[in-house]
């Protein structure tokens, strides 16, 4: 008997549809020789500090216990919410995987978690908490979820240990998510009176916004002056502009007039007229991350939204499996195409199978091919409005890559030399045939140059044309994406997107593991950023939220180093793990080193301390009414506010952090130490200076 353990109750379904009629029974399907049951996704989790040192689960966070770093990890039953008992249900469904995987007619135990490494450690944790005696472990792995992939896939079931490195990244991936979270959680927590979710991932993508937010909101526009032409010729209007930029000063604008005026005098010919047919390519099948991006640009559709209508269609067997970070098929999946190409034909679609190394490229795939529909195409009616949007975006895509119609156009550039002072490119591109722009949206739209040929005088009038700098713009689902796929590149580059464009620094990042989330867990995590109050979905523009901004404040004051670079070396020590080149306990033990890092004591002078102590630290007594000060959320403050008192002392004062140890100093002396590493608002500058009490509030001290 063959024993499948699904990672959900949908995919035990599908799997039994490509099996054959089978029994219910409580908790598992049987027949056909087989056994299906299934977890509810995560039935384990890794047990609290508390399960470490001892203590209650709903004991109040204190520092005594800080760091933890266990020598070995543990895991539970997934608990209730309120985490003082198991699951009802979950308790329920484990026993029954426990039952069937030491039935003695049992011989054979499959893993049929999801097609990734979170999908592996599901199932794998169930079997070796249940399993007594040891057993012979395959596993299951599915593109999609027809029954026909189900019936292949079934035959040719892989050995469970060629998913060991698999499953390797996935704990270590576990592991180390647990130390940051855990631990900085509740350092920063305690540290800050407010409830501050730190993670790994999490807080370099508040951060991202954080940043693009901050430089919008202090940039001041710089205006500028260029040289800019628009005179008709031949009753059409030329227009050009120049590349120099001159300063908007008195004497910027004189240089800028005798630019103009000396272009003018030197006059304007065309050099050269170049016309070539070319043909355009369509865009490349999706990966999920730039599936989302269409449809957030498109729709306003959030990730959470998107992610959760192309799973539920991935489980409906409409797509292929959703959380693939690749563009392209594999070799092997050819013939498969071709079925589903003879589809589309069947329903009038002009396109061809093509054999071509832009579109399949075992290279750039790292476990899962690109998104595409599969030969089950849905019928008028089947799906709902928003995900009949979404199968068709694909599904164009899809029949766009193997158009048999090519898109031409004609592309046209001519060159205006403006004596030998400066010559102007101006670039046309007409489509001529349509091809695979019938089925995918494009944003190709022609645009017409003037009739020029080549030695035609252009009538020109240069004259100063002021211009203004413009801020950077707000994260979009398009641009945060693109950046946390790889967070090194510049983000005009990383918009490229049609069939045969060069994305080889794009995989090389990927594999390398220079990503900021995966696939699979970014979209939950950008969602519990905004759950959490840290950032702003606003139809598809991001932005920061006070919440946000107190939480990347206070990990700068709490020197709590959570960046893209940080992030970025944990992501390529977890891709070492995949590939066998680094173990669990060495990718983990990194991670408690730089945990550990952070609660070490660091010494420090009195002029250089920014330790700030914990919220609602005594510091002294009110020197105005003689009350304890306590430390707060952002400043230092009496607690005889409710007589009336208004005694405070930020906790940061022009970018500089006040420690608690300078707070006491100022408090039992009047004075505290100098302080170093002030920045003038005004002017920028860096300064030193100590605090002092004058007339009860604090000063400062230059002498």
């Known amino acids: ?126 079997v070796e908490h249940a399993l007594k005696t040891p057993k012979v472990q395959k596993r299951l792995w599915l593109p999609d979820q027809t029954p026909e992939t189900v019936a292949e896939a079934l035959q040719n079931l892989g050995d469970a240990e060629n998913y060991q490195n698999l499953a390797n990244e996935g704990l270590a991936r576990t592991y180390i998510d647990w130390l940051y979270g855990v631990n900085l959680t509740r350092y920063a927590t305690i540290k800050s009176g407010t409830l501050l979710r730190v993670g790994r991932v999490i807080a370099p993508i508040v951060r991202a916004v954080y940043d693009r937010d901050m430089a919008i909101r202090n940039f001041v526009p710089g205006k500028y002056l260029v040289p800019y032409s628009n005179a008709e010729t031949n009753g059409e209007r030329v227009e050009l502009t120049s590349k120099q930029k001159l300063d908007d000063t008195k004497e910027g604008r004189e240089k800028a007039a005798e630019l103009c005026a000396a272009m003018n005098a030197a006059g304007a010919v065309v050099k050269s007229v170049k016309r070539k047919k070319d043909t355009l390519q369509p865009g490349k099948l999706y990966s999920l991350s730039k599936l989302q991006n269409v449809l957030g640009k498109k729709y306003k559709m959030s990730m959470a939204d998107s992610l959760a209508i192309i799973q539920g269609l991935y489980e409906k067997g409409y797509l292929t499996y959703p959380r693939t970070n690749s563009e392209y098929l594999a070799t092997a999946e050819k013939d498969k195409m071709r079925k589903i190409l003879a589809q589309c034909k069947n329903l009038g679609y002009a396109v061809c199978f093509k054999d071509s190394p832009k579109i399949f490229d075992d290279s750039k ?46 592309r046209t550039e001519i060159t205006v030399a403006v004596g030998e002072i400066e010559e102007f490119l101006l670039k046309g591109l007409v489509i001529i045939e349509r091809g695979w722009m019938k089925y995918d949206d494009a944003t190709q739209k022609d645009k017409v140059l003037p009739k020029l040929a080549k030695g035609d005088v252009v009538n020109i009038a240069f004259a100063p044309k002021e211009k203004e700098t413009t801020p950077p713009k707000h994260y979009t689902i398009e641009t945060l994406n693109n950046y946390l796929k790889n967070p090194f590149r510049d983000e005009k580059a990383a918009a490229e997107d049609a069939v045969g464009s060069d994305d080889s620094e794009d995989y090389k990042a990927v594999f390398e593991g220079l990503e900021l989330g995966t696939e699979a867990t970014r979209t939950g995590i950008i969602d519990n950023a905004r759950k959490s109050g840290y950032i702003a979905l606003n139809k598809d523009v991001y932005t920061i939220l006070p919440g946000g901004e107190y939480l990347i404040e206070s990990l700068d004051r709490l020197e709590i180093r959570m960046d893209k670079f940080r992030t970025s070396e944990m992501g390529k020590a977890l891709k070492k793990v995949f590939r066998g080149e680094m173990s669990v306990d060495q990718s983990v033990a990194l991670a408690a080193d730089e945990v550990k890092a952070v609660f070490a004591k660091k010494e420090q002078s009195i002029e250089e301390d920014t330790e700030i102590g914990v919220f609602g630290e005594e510091v002294g007594n009110c020197p105005v009414c003689g009350k304890r000060v306590i430390r707060g959320k952002f400043s230092y403050g009496c607690t005889g506010y409710k007589e009336g008192c208004d005694f405070r002392v930020n906790t940061s004062i022009c970018g500089r952090v006040i420690s608690a140890a300078n707070m006491r100093l100022l408090l039992s002396n009047g004075k505290t130490s100098k302080i170093k590493g002030f920045v003038s608002k005004k002017s920028g500058k860096p300064f030193d200076a100590a605090l002092c009490l004058k007339e009860g509030k604090a000063v400062f001290d230059f002498s």
């Not at 500090?49 to 543990?74: H, M, Q």
């Not at 039935?103 to 990734?116: K, M, S, T």
């Not at 199968?391 to 158009?403: D, H, K, L, N």
């Open 1 to 126: 008997m063959i024993l499948i353990i699904a990672e959900k109750p949908s995919l035990a379904r599908n799997i039994a549809a490509g099996i054959g009629k089978l029994a219910r029974r409580d908790g598992y399907l049987e027949g056909e020789g087989y056994l299906i049951t299934w977890a509810f996704g995560h039935l384990f989790s890794l047990v609290d500090i508390e399960s470490y040192v001892g203590g209650e689960p709903s004991a109040r966070w204190t520092l005594d216990n800080l760091p933890c770093i266990p020598s070995k990890f543990r895991f539970e039953l997934r608990h209730d919410k309120d985490k003082k008992s198991v699951d009802a249900g979950v308790q329920k469904q484990f026993q029954t995987i426990v039952a069937l995987c030491n039935r003695p007619d049992v011989d054979v135990i499959v893993n049929a978690g999801d097609a990734d490494r979170e999908g592996e450690i599901i199932v794998r944790l169930c």
């Open 365 to 410: 795939i790292e476990s899962h091919s690109a998104l595409t529909p599969t030969y089950k195409i849905p019928k008028k009616g089947e799906l709902s409005e928003r995900e009949n949007l979404v199968y068709a975006t694909v599904f164009r895509r899809f029949v766009a890559v193997f158009c048999a119609e090519p898109c031409t156009a004609e």
